[in-house]
């Protein structure tokens, strides 16, 4: 079979990549107009973008990473799971879109640990009163070079308000709190103004809705507990390494 030269092949198929690029935007804006046409209460869509998988489409609506099929009929919530790898793909997508501007956040609401050089950072959720917290921070013990903010506050149980409270309040609240969660002493009594509002306010507008909750230095969020060993690896993946 007689081989199309090269630039004749280019010449082929950059129109049929145009055409391709314009049928997919055209599928988007036709979803786009038939769930706006159904919900016109969400105004705008922004994101609506085609997945590798099942024919899918993402849409982003109040600040929810959704689906939709292809004539923008229904919408699904929920995880998609790629089982050949045992990956959460949708978990993946939403620490990518909701990524967050990690040096914007406000880091006087926090208390705030440098260990060693501090050129790594991490900026996390926890509640006194949840036990995967506490395991974290037995991770967390084993990790130099990194500056932690811990955003503290009764995310995970409503009962941990005093806590917290007493924490802030205490003379040396990151003794305090290393005496709570890793040797299991409680902070004093104590009262002062805390912002403990803030914090609550922070995790909602960034939808934390359990602890802990982990913020990389690119702005990507983990829910959950890690291991020492992956902890390192994600600091390290954002480039400032130790």
């Not at 929810?64 to 229904?74: I, P």
């Not at 509640?127 to 070079?145: A, M, Q, T, V, Y």
């Amino acid at each position: 079979m007689k081989k199309l030269p090269a630039l004749g092949l280019v010449k082929w198929f950059i129109p049929f990549l145009l055409v391709w690029l314009s049928s997919a935007q055209a599928g988007e804006n036709e979803i786009r107009q038939s769930l706006q046409s159904k919900m016109p209460e969400v105004g705008k869509l922004e994101h609506i973008v085609k997945t590798p998988y099942a024919g899918l489409y993402e849409v982003i609506i109040n600040d929810q990473l959704l689906y939709t099929d292809e004539q923008g009929q229904y919408l699904f919530e929920g995880s998609v799971f790629d089982l050949k790898n045992r990956r959460d793909v949708t978990e993946e997508r939403r620490r990518i879109l909701f990524a967050i501007e990690f040096d914007k956040l406000p880091f006087e609401i926090a208390l705030k640990r440098v260990k060693g050089n501090g050129k790594r950072k991490l900026a996390y959720f926890s509640d006194p009163n949840c036990g995967f917290c506490k395991r974290l921070e037995g991770e967390l013990s084993k990790i130099d070079n990194v500056t932690l903010y811990m955003f503290i506050a009764p995310i995970f149980s409503p009962q941990s308000a005093d806590i917290v409270r007493n924490v802030h309040c205490a003379k040396d609240p990151l003794k305090a709190w290393d005496d709570l969660m890793l040797n299991g002493t409680p902070p004093a009594s104590a009262t002062c103004p805390t912002k403990t509002d803030k914090v609550l306010e922070l995790a909602k507008k960034l939808r934390v809705n359990g602890t802990p909750n982990l913020i990389f230095g690119d702005g990507t969020q983990v829910p959950g507990y890690l291991p020492a060993a992956e902890l390192e690896k994600r600091l390290d993946a954002n480039g400032n390494k130790k």
